[in-house]
């Protein structure tokens, strides 16, 4: 008797993308097309009621985010495996897919090879990715590669409270200083790590163990 097929439901905002995937994934033999949806509302209610092996999902949709969709499809189905075909290919969005339960990412340029491979990967266990996202992963980022910027005492103190999502008012009450003083230290701190906001600051000083 041959082995049961690999079930997969297709998600895509673009019709043309799911006819695609599906003319190249009927070709197969051990895979078989559970379901083609444009939205999330369309995979989660499917999912409400029916199985799937893995969803190829896109992030670029109507009515969801693809990774927080990731993340209740992962939720509703524990055991349907989740592998991202996004045109995306920021790092930041790669690593968010995978910490939402993703088991892969592809960028749609993938050749069905590689989109194949990955299937089987993804359900032998393990986390998987079209060659392209690994050389994008394997790359260090701007910040990996300058280094740890030098911080004084004090703009650790101030990034430390920061981080807490204390104002520049409540920094200089604690720290007995002005709050021009704070603000100094804040430009100087987002010019060491080159970025504009403070919601940046705190995201690049956690990539580089500093907070």
């Known amino acids: 008797m041959p082995p049961p097929k ?39 209610s499917f999912l409400g009621t029916n199985e799937a092996d893995v969803v190829l999902l896109d992030i670029t949709l109507p009515d969801i985010n693809g990774m927080e969709l990731c993340r209740e499809i992962k939720k509703l189905s524990p055991s349907t495996l989740v592998l991202v075909i996004s045109n995306h290919s920021e790092r930041s969005i790669i690593m968010q897919s995978i910490q939402n339960g993703a088991s892969g990412y592809l960028l749609k340029n993938a050749s069905l090879e590689e989109l194949t491979g990955c299937i089987h990967e993804a359900l032998s266990g393990n986390i998987t990715f079209s060659k392209e996202v690994k050389d994008i992963i394997s790359r260090p980022t701007k910040n990996e590669l300058k280094g740890v910027p ?19 008012a409540m920094i200089a009450e604690a720290l007995f200083i002005s709050p021009l003083t704070v603000d100094t230290h804040r430009r100087n701190l987002m010019q060491k790590f080159e970025v504009k906001n403070a919601a940046e600051l705190i995201m690049a000083a956690t990539q580089q163990q500093l907070l």
Do not use: N, W
């Open 6 to 44: 690999i079930r997969i439901a297709i998600v895509d905002d673009h019709p043309i993308v799911i006819e695609g995937l599906k003319m190249l994934l009927v070709r197969e033999q051990d895979i078989a097309i559970a379901g083609c949806f444009v939205d999330g509302a369309g995979i989660r």
């Open 150 to 168: 030098q911080l004084t005492k004090r703009e650790r103190q101030i990034l430390k409270l920061l981080a807490e999502g204390r104002t520049s």
